[in-house]
Structure formats: C-alpha cells, structure tokens
C-alpha cells in the first residue's frame, strides 16, 4: 500500500460565476468528506455526477469520477490520520470560503467573481506524484457586475 502525504500546491486565479462557485463548494465538501469516512466509489460519484467535469478539474485537478473515487479511496487508505484531518479542516475552510464569496457576489449583484485558490496536493510520499488537489484557501479579488 502506498503512503500518502499533502503539500501546499499552487495558487491560481481565475473568473467563477455564481453557479461555479456553488458547484466547486460543494466538490470540495464532497471531496474532504470523503477523506474522514471513507465509502463505496458509487457515493462519490453519485455526490459528484452533477458538476460539470472543468469544475471538477478546478477542484481535484482530474475531471474523471472514477478516477477522483479510485485516488481518493487510496489516498484515505495510504494517508494518516492525522494527516488527513489537517487536509479536511483546510478544505472545510475552503468551503466556507466559497460559501461567503458566493454571499457576497448574490448581494451585491455580481454576476461574475476573480478568486484565488490555494490548493493541497495529496501525493504519493514514495514517488512525489500528485494524486489528486482540494482547495484550502480562496479569496475574492473581483465583483463584476
């Protein structure tokens, strides 16, 4: 069995609308979730099959949901506790982050939002490669209305 571990990953900037930033929030959820209770490949899927696959990129940085299932189902499996928690509770930070942007971009009309999103990389601790990527941090830099 493999040993996986995280790292903080890059941060990129890109344009999100209301819906976008509804749909990552929820992936992300769904996503850190996973990681404290681990479930058969069809939940994940089933939680997943609704957003659109650039938005899932956005998130995990793979757009397959089988894919997504698979890594993360290793990654609970191969990733320490302890390890796994610190990943959940930055990502839930994350959440919250795009649930308080998306507050934001609907009260004050904004039709589109510039974000910064720092990711996690979970990796394989043997080989270094990343296996999947969650959000820990986004911040709103723009409103368009």
Known sequence: MAIYNYRRGSTNTTNLT?????????ATFSGAEYLLSIANHS?????LKNIY???LTKVFGISSLSTIATRL????????????????TAAKD??????DIFNNADSNGAKLVTVNITYYELFNATTGVTSLTLPV???????HK
């Open 18 to 26: 209301k819906e976008q930033l509804l749909q990552l929030e929820h």
């Open 43 to 47: 939940t994940i899927q089933d939680k």
């Open 53 to 55: 696959p650039g938005n």
């Open 73 to 88: 189902s290793l990654i609970y499996e191969g990733m320490p506790r302890s390890s796994r928690n610190s990943v959940v």
């Open 94 to 99: 994350a959440v919250k982050n795009f649930s």
């Open 137 to 143: 941090k986004v911040t709103a830099t723009r409103y």
